[in-house]
């Protein structure tokens, strides 16, 4: 024993500790470098081309990537190589063309089933799918270990980085980063020994025990006792060892916690330290321009000017840009002297001549066991899984898409612009300010029932009117038509897709939405981002958007990018962050959009535009200089009580307020529904079932009769000139039947 540990003190390799113990020498491993060394040498034979070889740091092969709706998947060439993935449409490309790059050490991976993979990273997202489930196995392996490659080198490039002393914080760097890694090395041979002594020492003893059991001549006998005891005691001894190990171990990772803190916020603090010098370098220059370009100025009130200059960052996987508030004389010499102030732009004021509602009954607080329902439903579609009405708010998705009309005066203002530039920043606002009610609001609103309508009639006070039909059940799909006094039509069809991941809720929009304005027939499309409910299981219910939108003025063919930055704990952007860009027909930019999806949009004008450094992706930015922000859209605030009334906005309250003369399919009339609202869960789910079940006996009778399927009542299908799409809109009829009260062409739904 004594010689086994002289040993190991001296060479420090398992093979010695191992070749020192006579019971145990017959089994002795190859040491870890030669080992590795020896795995890459079978798998450079054996291994196919495609296939992550260990300890490769590059990986290549064909997978098939998601491109758009009309063409689908497409095959790619794939290279996975320092931390990064790219891809190309052939092989040959990789000499001149890169067709895209995604950073590992900050991506998402998931996998959706059997062979598709999801990247996802700083709003981009990859869908890929591999030829076999073999296939996508070893991509995920090669691309979680390159991942967790990846982060290691961009933690030990951050603590490598030297401050004043560059060449003495290098060699100080090297050094701990060298020891580490010895480090590393020796307590991977000791879990290695550890694994070994406990597996062959285990062995050993029954062995000896089995021995023992035989019958032997008594001096054999005495002699098998005798190692009997030593290898216990050798067990012991080991045991001793181990237990010493891992206290040591514990003892190295609490203590690298601390170090891993304290460097963490020393980084922090040089970074924050790198940002000020930085703004103060970027105020310096500005000032330096301001000073040549007027020279007649005093020194005094051009550093006034330039006091309120303001600087942001780049946005994320877009054209990377810079804007910098101009001074004044900066904004004259710039071209652009037709300053854009929405505030002067007016709307008539509302007069409601209705006493709309402002509260409804307090939420009960019920508890529920959630796990219990939705551990069946993982992976299914949310629209066909059973729910009770106690994951719901007492409103229904029709209601829901008529809430994006909360802010209709931008689209008011947006019909008195002149300039179809600044026409487009308030589509963008309005746009935005659609998600403002869901910052809250992780209840599921009602599926509605097929053939189910909502109306909202605002044409006294608001000057518009709404209308909602569920025209389509499996997929869930809702056809929107809104016509304003006010000089402009919005239509869109949405189709609802929802998957369960199991500690996330998945809601994809699918569908366009369409404005046109009356006086000028400027015609806008877009369409939403993706939300996202986390903590389904456990913790507090938080939502997210993100994801890009493109709005296009198909008339003028005028663009605008919008990006919703997804949120990140390591993040030192603002939460809910919403960045966007105005370009005209030719993709030169003349706005600047800036704020957050829960709180307010402004706009800048850009008066000047210039290429400036490379970012941190080698991405040249172009810096652009803008005149002072302007306001365009404000988040009302939330009622007294909201908390207790599900979070509901001004509107929200008053969209499931009975009215007189409406729709016999309105979802008013939805006795579920109301039954939640009163609080009356118990009987709301029993109504609930009880509607379902009607609306699959309809169902099963429209098969059995062969019929043409399920018509809507108030639309019908029309090919889209602009998109190519075919969907449902508007055809009439239902305003004039409401004036006569006639609905006797309406289904019997509730």
Known sequence: MGRAIALCGRSGR????LSAVPCLSGCTPQPAAERRMSDQGKSSVSTPASAPAPGSDTYKGWLFKWTNYLKGYQRRWFVLSNGLLSYYRTQAEMAHTCRGTINLATAHIDTEDACNIVLSSG??????????????????????????????????????SGDEEPTTQSDRSEG????LKTLISKLDDLSTCNDLIAKHGAALQRSLSELEALRVPVEGGEKIKGVNERATLFRITSN????????????????????????????EQRIHLEETIEQLAKQHNSLERAWREAPTLSKGEASDEDEDTE???????SPAFITVTATENTQHSGGHTNDWNQDNVSVSPTNSSQKRRSRIPDKPNYSLNLWSIMKNCIGKEL????????????LSMLQRLTEDLEYHELLDKAACCESSLEQLCLVAAFSVSSYSTTVHRTAKPFNPLLGETYELDRLDDLGYRSLCEQVSHHPPAAAHHVISQRGWTLWQQITISSKFRGKYLSIMPLGAIHLQFHSSENHYVWRKVISTVHNIIVGKLWIDQSGDIEIVNHRTKETCQLKFSPYSY???????????????????????????????????????????????????KTVYQTLSPKLLWKKYPLPDNAENMYFFSSLALTLNEPEDGVGLTDSR??????LMEAGRWDEANSEKQRLEEKQRAVRRRREAEATDGFQPQWFHKRKNDITGETTFVYKGGYWEAKDSQDWSTCSEIF
């Open 14 to 17: 398992i093979v010695s500790f």
């Open 123 to 160: 709003g981009r997202t990859y869908h890929l799918k591999a030829s076999t489930e073999v296939e996508r196995q070893r991509w995920v392996t090669a691309l979680e270990l390159a991942k967790a490659k990846a982060i290691r080198m961009m933690n030990d490039q951050s603590d490598d």
């Open 240 to 267: 001793a060892m181990i237990n010493a190990c891992r206290d040591f171990l514990d003892l190295a990772e609490t203590h690298s916690r601390r170090w891993q803190r304290a460097l963490q916020y020393e980084r």
């Open 311 to 317: 600087y942001f960052d780049a946005m994320e996987d």
């Open 383 to 394: 629209s066909k899984i059973p729910m009770p009405v106690n994951f719901n708010e007492p």
């Open 176 to 179: 701990i980063q060298g020891t």
């Open 570 to 620: 390591f993040s030192r952007d603002v939460p809910r962050k919403v960045t966007g860009v105005v370009s005209d027909s030719g993709g030169q930019a003349h706005y600047i959009l800036s704020g957050t999806w829960d709180d307010k949009i402004e706009s800048s004008k850009i008066v000047q535009s210039s290429k400036g450094g490379s970012g941190s992706e080698g991405k040249q």
């Open 669 to 674: 009339l939805r006795p579920d529904q109301r």
